[in-house]
């Protein structure tokens, strides 16, 4: 038997009805006889294992018999039906095609200095990563801790919670006085108030007024159609928060509107960066079940990822939909080729394994998951965790701000994002550029901040969707489009999917950008994109 790479361990073990731990994985392709190590770990393995451990093969690698002089050795039939069948795979064999994982760039005129990607090499094995170098720490994980039973003093706490949050990062910015305090004044008087947006509405002249709310009630501002913050009306979604300074009116019952503050990442923010060459992929939206969904694709992107040219690759984010789901969208049933959610995910684990075992994966939860529906979402629970156990996945909620190696990487599923570019001019937000829509989702320091549309947000004790520490990285993926850019030096990334077009997306006009995989340097936030449809 050749000399083994970690994809075709993988890949014979899953053939065999087992997983593996990384560890186990890496031992195996880092003895002296990889080929022959392998047959005899699953020879050795337990009748009753489903999963080959690190201490499975240390125990085999201590109990190799000595060299027979004669330079063979015996090996049992079992083993060599295992060793055979891993040289017998195409899909393994493939990982030293160089057509494999050739790789494009994809344009994207909105981020203009990221670097291109080399030409792929193709070559096997590669992969000599220590996890001794490796930080991984998850923040703001809501799983197990909801709160919310829908009575109204829910939403009172989670509002208030927003409030409180999101006026701490304007407070620097204007004097604030409650808008009870500000209707008790004096006409002409300058005032400055931070609330959260309660109505927007147009005059017979064109003007805005914005009625504000805070803890003690609400105030009505008037922006001028002629004013230069005029512009930013178009901007604003309901509940989000928001600060202005301006005259009271003569008879102190509006607020003439001079300047507007969102709470906004500062534009002195430098992001942070891990300490060594390290790299992550980030996908989302891979669609197991659905009978549009590139397998093919995943398997030129998994043989990709261990090979030489992958090797920096040591993480793994992918951000909600592992599978199509049941019941979605109307005639969904029709476009499904697993129609068992619990089948959906067994099949999703199994393409899973396909991965290096050494990476870090970190996965959350997307609208097509069985999970529930409203934001934030917890992560899987127990049963659906069994399931998905390739790996060691970190299982988290959406949204989870994952932090790695010092970078802080903040995942969110993106179904708000529909939501704003629904509501906000096609130039600040679009389906062909959703980078653009994570801008405005940056901007306001909140994922999901409309209440009561679209979006099915969850009333909780605390708001997990306000993003309190600015993310050196935002990624999302739910539109199935592929865009990235930077704003005020954060990275945003939608990472498109691994579904080509369904019925269903073709009926709401959907093209999506399938099969690609953004891969971004920790050490400097550059990306390329690898593309393997």
């Not at 914005?210 to 979604?237: Q, R």
Request: aromatic content about 6%; hydrophobic content about 40%.
């Amino acid at each position: 038997m050749p000399l083994e790479t970690p994809a075709r361990i993988v890949r014979t073990l899953v053939g065999r009805g087992y997983n593996a731990e990384r560890e186990a994985v890496t031992l195996i392709a880092g003895s002296d006889d990889p080929g022959r190590t392998l047959a005899r770990v699953v020879e050795a393995a337990p009748d009753d294992a489903l999963r080959i451990t690190a201490d499975h093969v240390r125990e085999v690698l201590a109990s190799a018999p000595a060299a027979d002089p004669s330079g063979t050795e015996p090996t049992p039939p079992a083993a060599a039906d295992a060793a055979n069948a891993a040289d017998a795979d195409p899909a393994a064999s493939a990982a030293s095609d160089p057509s494999v994982s050739a790789a494009t760039s994809h344009d994207n005129a909105a981020h203009t200095d990221q670097s291109a990607p080399a030409e792929a090499q193709g070559t096997p094995g590669g992969r000599n990563v220590d996890p001794a170098l490796r930080s991984l720490e998850i923040a703001n994980d809501m799983t197990g801790q909801s709160t919310g039973t829908g009575e109204y003093d829910d939403f009172v706490k989670v509002f208030r919670d927003r409030y409180e949050k999101l006026s701490k990062l304007l407070r620097g910015r204007v004097n604030h006085r409650p808008a009870k305090a500000i209707s008790n004044m004096s006409g002409g008087e300058d005032a400055e108030l931070i609330g959260l947006v309660d109505d927007v509405r147009s005059t017979k002249s064109g003007h805005w007024i914005i009625d504000l709310e805070d803890t003690t009630g609400t105030f009505p501002c008037l922006v001028m159609k002629d004013k230069d913050i005029a512009g930013y009306v178009d901007e604003l979604l309901m509940d989000e928060c928001i600060a202005v300074q301006g005259t009271l009116s003569g008879d102190a019952g509006i607020l003439f509107v001079d300047s507007m503050h969102f709470p906004d990442v500062p534009r002195s923010h430098r992001s942070n960066t891990a300490d060594r060459d390290v790299q992550a992929a980030l996908i989302s939206d891979v669609h197991v079940g659905s009978q549009e969904f590139m397998a093919d694709a995943w398997n030129r992107f998994a043989d990709w990822l261990h090979t030489e040219e992958a090797a920096r690759i040591e993480y793994l984010l992918i951000a909600g939909d592992m599978v199509e789901g049941v019941g979605v969208y109307p005639n969904q049933d029709e476009e499904l080729d697993v129609i068992d959610i619990y089948e959906q995910y067994e099949a999703f684990s199994e393409h899973l394994k396909s991965v290096p075992g050494d990476l870090e994966i970190v996965m959350i939860p997307g609208n097509h998951d069985a999970v529930r529906l409203a934001e934030p979402q917890p992560g899987f629970d127990d049963e659906l965790r069994d399931i998905m156990s390739a790996h060691d996945a970190r299982i988290t909620s959406n949204p989870s701000m994952v932090t790695l190696e010092g970078v802080n990487v903040l995942m969110y599923h993106g179904v708000s994002l529909d939501e704003v570019i629904a509501e906000l001019p096609a130039d600040k937000a679009s389906y062909d550029e959703p980078h653009k829509a994570m801008y405005q989702l940056l901007k306001k320091r909140h994922v999901a901040p409309q209440f009561g549309g679209h979006t099915r947000l969850a009333p909780e004790e605390l708001d997990y969707l306000v993003m309190e520490d600015v993310p050196d990285i935002f990624h999302t993926g739910h539109v199935h489009k592929l865009g990235w850019g930077k704003y005020h030096n954060v990275l945003a990334v939608n990472s498109g999917c691994w579904q080509a077009q369904t019925d269903f997306q073709k009926s709401v006009n959907i093209d999506p950008d399938a099969g690609y995989a953004p891969i971004v340097d920790l050490d400097t936030l550059n990306m390329t994109v690898r593309k393997f449809s």
